[in-house]
């Protein structure tokens, strides 16, 4: 089965061609024909199995392009995201002449206004500065045609989820709403429920944790992990690796440890400006920063090609958070480790992710630039 199969035009096909796609992945073959039909949609999926064209494609299928108005809304948790799925639709767009447009609540209002004025069909970015142009009257989403929300499990709540129901409540009854995570939590398939028509529930996977990654655990006191960092980073030698810690000021300071011994690395957190952000992700995916230390920020879908090496230098509190950062690493087939850096204190944290992720996580250590196992 190939995309013409699954009901997607010829133009959309020929430019996945051109970046080396031409077969569809499982999560893909079963949500196309559903929303391709119109159908509202739940997805759920493991990181990596190419959910964000599962909802691209068939937005841009249906986009009319001799018209000037808005027709998709798709919302995201972080500024990171939102431009991953813009270069997506780029790509997929360009020779359609498919216009889409970034709007983010960090960055300048001004700015935004002055790009809406090219009239994109399809608008990516956060709900609350969406809503904000909406009630400015400078975005009319009466027109919208789909509306899809990214990395449900953490929009579906709060003031994110209000502002959600203000951009739904806003576009045409007849609109499809469609939501993505690789997780699936009850809270937020109830909250979907509420908001949609017969929706279809579209699972592949989700809540689990690749086969294809290798898990290994490293003791050390609190105190001491910086240079633990230092020694497994040499001793791994990752062609790209992520580094994930809690706090902002955390980045910062382990980014300039590792700089002090010639490592190439990039620091990126909420902190940060928006271009800052941006250049650090580009060098990143370039080559040009071989490490990359983050907050939960770059944990959420984002799709970088390479990552080899996951390093969770502090612990998240729950088995989700772990998967959606291990998640980095991995994907499409590809092998990957994930690393911990544990306190005593922690280990408590890597059983709970042993038992509800169904992983095993060995045990290691490390001497004269060598990783063994302890087990």
Request: aromatic share 4%; charged share 25%.
């Amino acid at each position: 089965m190939n995309f013409t199969d699954l009901g997607i035009k010829d133009e959309f096909v020929n430019a996945l061609a051109k970046v080396d796609i031409t077969i569809p992945t499982p999560i893909q073959k079963e949500t196309l024909p559903n929303l391709v039909d119109g159908r509202d949609a739940y997805i759920s999926s493991q990181t990596g199995t190419g959910k964000t064209l599962a909802f691209l494609l068939p937005i841009v299928n249906k986009i009319d392009t001799s018209s000037k108005n808005l027709q998709s809304i798709i919302l995201a948790p972080t500024h990171e995201l939102a431009l991953q799925i813009h270069e997506q639709a780029q790509m997929l767009g360009k020779e359609a002449g498919i216009r889409s447009q970034v709007i983010i609540g960090s960055a300048s209002t001004k700015r935004q206004l002055e790009a809406l004025k090219k009239k994109p069909h399809i608008v990516i970015g956060s709900s609350g500065r969406i809503v904000e142009l909406i009630k400015m009257k400078k975005l009319k989403p009466h027109t919208v045609k789909t509306i899809v929300v990214d990395e449900v499990d953490r929009l579906l709540h709060g003031d994110s989820l209000d502002y959600i129901k203000l951009i739904i409540k806003s576009t045409l009854r007849d609109r499809q709403l469609v939501f993505v995570s690789a997780t699936e939590q009850r809270e937020s398939l109830l909250e979907a429920d509420k908001l949609t028509n017969n929706m279809v529930k579209i699972h592949s996977g989700c809540n689990e944790v690749t086969d294809t990654i290798e898990h290994l655990s490293f003791m050390c006191e609190e105190r001491k992990k910086p240079e633990l960092l230092r020694k497994l980073i040499h001793a791994v030698n990752p062609e790209k690796a992520i580094v994930f810690v809690h706090r902002n000021e955390d980045a910062e300071a382990i980014a300039e440890k590792l700089q002090f011994h010639k490592l190439k690395v990039v620091d990126i957190h909420g902190k940060l400006s928006k271009d800052n952000r941006r250049k650090a992700l580009l060098d990143f995916k370039s080559g040009k920063a071989q490490v990359m230390i983050s907050s939960d920020v770059a944990a959420r879908g984002l799709d970088i090609k390479g990552v080899t090496h996951i390093f969770n230098f502090d612990l998240p509190a729950q088995s989700s958070a772990y998967l959606h950062r291990v998640g980095r690493t991995g994907r499409a087939g590809a092998k990957g480790q994930a690393i911990i850096l544990m306190s005593k204190q922690e280990s408590r944290l890597v059983n709970r992710y042993k038992k509800e992720l169904n992983i095993d996580i060995k045990p290691h250590d490390v001497a004269k630039g060598k990783i063994f196992s302890i087990s």
